[in-house]
């Protein structure tokens, strides 16, 4: 938006130096790009945002820069139509009658046309072409210019047209209609435009003559012969501009600004200053006024609380200082109670909705500049574990371990799900695109296990991937369930590089077991436990209740699914049993001031004895003494008995209150072997 420095002076009284004012303007919100001298004026480039379309007028920008500068807003002193002759009238009888209609009141909510007769076309005064020059526009003809000069004051395209063009013998037919899917109309750019049902037309005896809110037509544009004009000012369908104009490649000023809104409170103030415009400078003589469409205005009233607009800015204004600001900014301000307004929104200021939309129409006319800078107060609250908390934790302990999130579809077919055990009734889909999309998944092993494969197609040698994401089955009463559930799998060979050299191993289900151990300490899970069932599978508990199993995929699936001589290890535990058990709250204790004492225990115990049962019986044996107790080795061998495996657990010991002597640890490690030796038959080696 371009704007002079002069053009704002006569609507305001500026006293300052257009840089200074450029400076303010910003500084207000309104973006001064460039402040450019041209002749005895300044030219200003104004960014403007898109929900500001009262800024697209010299009037606009005047009223914010009569309220940041503390000065009286001026305006034109127009003969409005009032009281009866504000309605569709007839001011001659001599003039032809004039019927517009309206096929849809959503596609232009408002039309009204203004017959102008025996006007003079010639060339624009000299005050006028230097203006629109200044600005960027060319001068056409007196007519045109002034439609020109009105959409760039007021913000309202306006459009004129040839009388004589248009009517068909003494009378005129004007519509407001969507084009034909055959129509099409020459534009004054001279070009022939193909229109489809999404264009909006203006027609005269049912042929095309303009596009609505784009451009005229050729054949009825107003040239240095015309003698009578009938003069446009309506208010179109946003969406329907914006269509019309991207299809047919078109980008005008009018356009632009339909684009935005445009409010029939505008259209009125702009089409009377046009007709006194052309009656000043063309002369001619008003005969004919006829208007179609909702003409009332429809009024928004915000409440603003005093209190608030102190509490969100971090400053005190005072109440007639806020009503002053607003005001001038073109509310009408009403005192509501003793510390509130109630606010009456102008039609042209769409962008104000609610009290926090005033709140920043003070702040930004009151100056940021002059609102101090202060601390925030912070008050301090106990800090809830939210779903959505406790999943990015989730995510970050599971890409600690060098896993990769994966995002795959949660529609998939119904005979792979067989494969993987899932009892759960499956949510079919009652018009699948296509039989990989039949059922939402109930598990999301098969998505997993898929995955797995397509990457090691690409030769990748290892994968080690999780998603987290809902499953769905059908609940006893038939209605969809959901829930949130945690999948990893790892399969491949993964590559270390060690002192010695580079090596290999295959990853397998005491990877996925560590890995989920991992996650339970960053999540500050105590109570869990690890089970193997007969068929080989890792039941995982969480305070006794299963949350999830840890297992191989069998080899016939695997081949299935072309996963051909490996392992693939699949995880899924269900994420909204899991979180009801975690605490992320940190605990800050001072670091001990004795020493401890390391013991280690090397045990042989039964093959099918889980080496959790064994740290659980220690801890319980040894007492608050016992700081930490781990598996540190273990080894199956010759010198293993057939049915039995051994185990290394070291045993970390420490006091408090005094340095630990041998004395006082040895009872302890003889306690913990005797009750090992009775409840599971432990032999100590």
């Known amino acids: 938006m371009k704007v002079t420095y002069n053009w704002l002076k006569d609507f305001v009284e500026i006293k300052i130096a257009p840089e200074a004012l450029a400076d303010k303007l910003t500084m207000a919100g309104i973006e001064v790009k460039s402040v450019e001298a041209k002749g005895n004026d300044f030219v200003f480039e104004i960014v403007i945002t898109s929900n500001r379309p009262d800024w697209l007028s010299v009037m606009g920008l005047a009223r914010e820069v009569a309220t940041i500068t503390g000065k009286k807003l001026k305006h034109h002193k127009i003969t409005c139509l009032s009281g009866r002759q504000a309605k569709s009238h007839t001011i001659s009888k001599a003039a032809p009658p004039l019927q517009i209609k309206i096929e849809e009141q959503k596609d232009c909510s408002l039309y009204t046309g203004t017959i102008i007769k025996d006007v003079k076309v010639a060339v624009s005064p000299a005050w006028l072409r230097e203006r629109l020059e200044a600005v960027g526009l060319r001068s056409v003809n007196n007519i045109v210019d002034i439609t020109n000069y009105i959409l760039l004051e007021y913000g309202e395209p306006l459009h004129a047209f040839d009388l004589a063009k248009l009517a068909t013998g003494q009378k005129i037919d004007i519509a407001v209609r969507r084009a034909k899917s055959s129509e099409q109309i020459t534009t004054i750019d001279g070009v022939v435009r193909k229109l489809s049902p999404e264009t909006l037309l203006i027609t005269a005896d049912n042929k095309p003559v303009a596009i609505a809110g784009v451009m005229g037509g050729k054949d009825s544009e107003v040239s240095f012969n015309t003698k009578d004009i009938l003069l446009e000012a309506a208010i179109f369908n946003p ?87 607003l005001m001038h900014l073109g509310f009408k301000v009403k005192p509501a109670s003793k510390n509130s307004f109630l606010v009456e929104i102008p039609m042209s200021r769409p962008d104000v909705q609610k009290e926090i939309d005033l709140e920043e129409e003070v702040a ?35 890409k600690a371990s060098g896993l990769n999130e994966a995002i795959t579809y949660s529609l998939i077919e119904r005979e792979g799900v067989k494969d993987f055990s899932v009892n759960a009734l499956p949510v ?126 069998p080899k016939n ?36 001031l004795y020493p401890g004492i390391t013991r280690d225990l090397s045990i042989l115990i039964k093959e099918e004895l889980s080496a959790s049962v064994i740290l659980k019986a ?14 540190t080795d273990f080894y199956r061998g010759k010198q293993i008995p057939a049915g039995f495996k051994n185990l290394t657990v070291s045993c970390f010991f ?32």
């Not at 008050?379 to 406790?390: F, G, H, I, M, R």
């Not at 397509?454 to 006893?476: C, G, M, P, R, T």
């Not at 909204?576 to 992320?584: G, Q, T, Y």
């Not at 630990?660 to 100590?684: C, M, N, R, Y």
């Open 239 to 325: 969406m329907l501009v914006r269509r019309a104009r991207r299809q047919l490649g078109l980008q005008t000023e009018s356009s632009y600004r339909f684009e935005r809104g445009i409010d029939c409170e505008t259209v009125q103030r702009a089409r009377e200053r046009a007709i006194a415009l052309i009656q000043e400078i063309a002369g001619g003589k008003l005969t004919t006024l006829k208007i179609d469409g909702n003409t009332k205005l429809s009024v928004k009233k915000v409440s603003l609380d005093v209190c608030n607009v102190l509490k969100i800015l971090g400053t005190e204004i005072a109440a007639q200082k806020i009503k002053t600001l």
């Open 557 to 592: 699936i695997a081949q299935k699914l072309d996963i051909k001589n490996k392992d693939l290890a699949i995880a899924e535990l269900n994420l909204e049993l899991l979180f009801k058990h975690v605490n992320l709250e940190k605990k800050f204790a001072p670091l001990p």
């Open 428 to 553: 079919e889909i009652a018009n699948p695109l296509s039989q990989e999309q039949e059922i939402l998944r109930p598990t999301l092993q098969l998505s997993l296990a898929k995955a797995v494969a397509f990457n090691l197609n690409q030769k990748q040698e290892a994968v080690q991937i999780f998603e987290i994401s809902k499953v769905f089955a059908l609940a006893h009463n038939s209605s969809p369930k959901e829930e949130l559930v945690l999948g990893i799998v790892l399969c491949g060979a993964k590559s270390l590089l060690l002192p010695q050299g580079k090596t290999s191993y295959e990853l397998g289900i005491l990877d996925l077991k560590g890995i989920i151990e991992n996650i339970f300490m960053g999540l500050r899970i105590k109570d869990y436990t690890f089970e193997t069932n007969s068929d080989g599978a890792i039941k995982v508990s969480v305070n006794n209740i299963k949350i999830g199993a840890v297992s191989l995929l």
């Open 364 to 398: 930004r006319v009151y100056g940021y500049d002059q609102i101090p800078t202060t601390l925030p107060h912070v008050s301090l609250k106990p800090k809830t574990n939210t779903v959505w908390e406790l999943t990015r934790a989730l995510k970050c302990l599971l």
């Open 654 to 685: 420490r006091s408090n209150q005094r340095t630990l002597t041998e004395d006082e640890v040895q009872p302890i490690l003889s306690k913990i072997t005797q009750a090992l030796s009775a409840q599971f038959g432990v032999q100590l080696r």
């Open 618 to 631: 220690i801890k319980e044996q040894a007492g608050l003494i016992l700081e930490e107790a781990k598996i």
